[in-house]
């Protein structure tokens, strides 16, 4: 296993969650990537996805939408969750120092910061869903039940 995939495995058992990532050397990039790698519905993939809640003072802070892989995040219902004015797209080096992961491998909980988690409601519509474990190649399945519990996110329409 790689070993940033280890230590999310690691971080996820410290949150009560037994995780069994499975590797695909052809790539789970993008949720498409993704989607086609493990042969499930595009709507099963979970996008974990890194902004900046901005508020009109000025003040801002990361949070991490967790988004259908059918759907595009809507900002706006994303910054009314988190009480803020508006978001911005988090940049590369924002998600790493805030998630512990490089884009393309972020993992919906186990982040290296404590960061505010919601959740696309539309993803409670599947058994089953699959989301990043650490690394562009490695995912795992879970019930949208443990991506609530595991995240300890708020459920949200997140959908545009
Ligand atoms: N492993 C896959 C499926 S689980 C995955 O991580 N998908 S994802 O959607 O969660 O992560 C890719 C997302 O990262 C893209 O949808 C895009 O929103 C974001 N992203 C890609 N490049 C950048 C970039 N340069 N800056 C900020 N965000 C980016």
Redesign the pocket.
Known sequence: MHPTTAAFVEAAAALGLRVEPRRFPEG????E??AAAIGVDVGQ??????FRAVRDDGSGFVVMAL?S?RNR?DEAALALAAGADHTE????AE?RAATGYA????PPFGHATALPVFVDRDLLGYDEV???AGT?HD?FPLTPDELVRGSGGTLADLAR
């Open positions: 789970t990039r993008t949720a990537d993704a993939i979970v996008k974990s996805l890194a988004v892989g995040l797209r988090a940049d590369a998600v884009i393309g491998g972020v699959w989301a990043a562009p995912v």
